[in-house]
């Protein structure tokens, strides 16, 4: 059975969790990461140099590392031309921009928000920091708004890895305890992953 490395409160295991129940792929996820540790020992730093989380591991030994490239090789793997990751190479890209996307953009934000208010004490957190990346964050999200003009899902007329990449993200912005513009399409979004059974197990839950 498919091995997942990596504690259930981590965005980016989060991600992964989603899309097995997606593809109804069994799995066995090990608690690594933060306080359970084990990401500094030799045998998971083979597996992952990087020593984060998640790492998956196949029952023959192949091991991955890099949350969204994890997720396009689950369906590769498992169900090829999936509308998760259709193979039509403008219909993948418009795809694959937004993991892309939330990888090189819009998690540097969200990370340092959920850090500030979740897991630093109150009278040490850096509250000109906090703003500005809300401030950040907002503009990101205010380009998903727009984006979803005219559209329920974000990579296309229906549920794809877009969508799956930045649900961990969406999820904690819609529930921080931040000013935040209205959003109707993002609320719209949101909901319609609350939908997924995946999605209500392994995303929507207390932000921890
Ligand atoms: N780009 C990597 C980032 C992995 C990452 O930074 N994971 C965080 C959790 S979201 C982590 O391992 N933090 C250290 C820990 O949990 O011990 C990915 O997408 O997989």
Redesign the pocket.
Known sequence: MLKIW??AS????MKVLWLCEELGLPFERVDA??SFGR?NEAAYLAMNP?????TIEEPDGFSL????T?LRYLVGRHAPGSPLHPADPRARARIERWMDWQ?GHLNGPMTTILFTLYRTPEPERDMAALARAVAEAQGYWNIVEAALEGQTWLGGESLSLADIAIAPYLHRWLHFPIARTESPRLKALHAAMSARAGFARHIGVPIA
């Not at 990087?50 to 998640?54: E, F, L, Q, S």
């Not at 590392?65 to 969204?68: C, K, Q, T, V, Y």
């Open positions: 990596g504690r981590s965005s980016n295991v990461g933060g990401v990087m020593a984060r989380v998640p590392w890099e949350s969204n994890i990888l």
